[in-house]
């Protein structure tokens, strides 16, 4: 379709609407819209909400966008990622290209947040390529007019929204001795549970004091270290409850669980039945599914 909008060239522009199916909604993030247009200098776009998802990117020229963090400029080779449910408002000063796709879908917004959370909503990838290639088979996918695969546009804007959390998570990590230090902890954390992982031994691996591991380790994950160990041990319990008919005691030890008195305690009020009953149940349901 042709653009009807003031300030974009006819010639060379081009949009496409897309209607997911009910599966779609369900289950994929979908694209809505679709486009790459020639903007003229001067051109204006406000809205005070629109129901989808914008990612810009900025092919020449240069772009300002306005949303509720303020006005942020986005150049070429930039993308831009918007939350059209809020107000908003973009526009340039000088002609541009721009390739740019309306979306959404279940996890929408959590890719969102997370991204803008970290970037803003305007950021440069240090290798912008992976993203626009996949943009790109979007676009050309219905400018072909070949068959629209709903799992296949899922996976193209995820690997994007992927790229752009990888690119999100690097820069959210504020030390300059390791870009993953959080993710290694996270793996030591995973290799260790048998072991007493105290959060001072945590936070020197980290090069951070304990405050700021605390603090740094709570915005990567959503929990404190002490939750997030807490639980992973009652994970790894649940699994060796159902999986093993190891003995309570060196479960316990297994998990990193001192105490078995404790251990059981906490299982309970987590789970809302012990242990044993917990095993009990099901080893009952297991053998019910098998047909015994």
């Given at each position: ?11 060379g522009s081009e949009f496409y609407i897309y209607t997911p199916s009910k599966t779609a909604l369900r289950t994929f993030l979908y694209p809505l819209r679709v486009g790459s247009f020639h903007y003229e200098a001067g051109y204006r776009q ?44 973009y526009g340039t000063d000088e002609p541009s290209d721009v390739l740019w796709m309306h979306f959404d879908g279940e996890m929408a917004r959590a890719y969102h947040d997370l991204i803008v959370s970290r970037l803003g909503v305007t950021f ?169």
């Amino acid at each position: 379709m042709k653009p009807a909008e003031h300030g974009i060239l006819d010639e060379g522009s081009e949009f496409y609407i897309y209607t997911p199916s009910k599966t779609a909604l369900r289950t994929f993030l979908y694209p809505l819209r679709v486009g790459s247009f020639h903007y003229e200098a001067g051109y204006r776009q406000e809205r005070s909400s629109f129901d989808s998802f914008l990612i810009m990117a900025i092919r020449r020229g240069s772009f300002d966008v306005t949303t509720g963090q303020g006005t942020a400029h986005v150049s070429k080779g930039d993308f831009a990622l918007i939350d059209c449910y809020a107000h908003h408002a973009y526009g340039t000063d000088e002609p541009s290209d721009v390739l740019w796709m309306h979306f959404d879908g279940e996890m929408a917004r959590a890719y969102h947040d997370l991204i803008v959370s970290r970037l803003g909503v305007t950021f440069t990838l240090k290798d912008p390529g992976y993203a626009l290639t996949r943009l790109n088979a979007i676009y050309d996918t219905f400018h072909a007019g070949a068959r629209i695969s709903e799992p296949q546009m899922a996976k193209h804007i995820t690997d994007i929204l992927t790229e752009f959390a990888v690119a999100a998570s690097d820069a959210g990590v504020s030390t300059q001795r390791q870009p993953h230090v959080i993710e290694d902890v996270l793996t030591y954390i995973s290799n260790h549970l048998d072991e007493p992982l105290p959060i001072s031994e945590l936070a020197a691996m980290a090069y951070m004091s304990e405050y700021h591991f605390i603090r740094v380790f709570k915005k990567e994950t959503g929990y404190t270290p002490h939750a997030y160990i807490m639980d992973a041990r009652m994970h790894a319990a649940k699994y060796l409850l159902i999986n093993s008919d190891m003995p309570l005691k060196r479960l316990c030890e297994e998990c990193g669980f001192t105490d078995t008195s404790a251990f059981c305690a906490a299982f309970k009020r987590k789970n809302g039945v012990s242990p044993i009953r917990f095993r009990a149940e099901s080893l009952r349901t297991g053998t019910e599914a098998d047909g015994s």
